[in-house]
């Protein structure tokens, strides 16, 4: 049983910075790429950044420059620093990776980011 867990969400103001960790846990040999996603009220599931096990990172254009994605293997955890927020990025954001030799995908349960204005 893998699990997926975010913390680190809560209410900022515009400008402000969050950090979101996603640990994973249980019977996991290897994870390889990472991801976030977020989801806003009516609006479809977005990918915010990627990173592979080697630590190569993909952003989605909003959030270029302002989010930054990062791993720690042996904690097999990954991070978003997002910094200089916006009222546009309110959502629940969920973290995704692909675990194992088959590349399992797991999602955690999101935790929610509201940026007021």
């Keep these: 049983q893998v699990q997926l867990v975010e913390s680190g969400g809560g209410l900022v103001q515009a400008g402000g910075s969050l950090r979101l960790s996603c640990a994973a846990s249980g019977s996991i040999l290897s994870i390889n790429t990472m991801r976030w996603y977020r989801q806003a009220p009516g609006k479809q599931r977005d990918m915010v950044a990627t990173i592979t ?42 973290c995704n990776a692909d675990i194992g030799s088959m590349h399992y995908n797991y999602w955690g349960q999101g935790t929610q980011v509201t940026v007021s204005s």
């Excluded at 959030?63 to 042996?74: L, P, Q």
């Design 53 to 94: 096990r080697g630590g190569s990172t993909n952003y989605a254009d909003s959030v270029k420059g302002r989010f930054t994605i990062s791993r720690d293997n042996a904690k097999n955890t990954v991070y978003l620093q997002m910094n200089s927020l916006e009222p546009e990025d309110t959502a629940v954001y969920y």
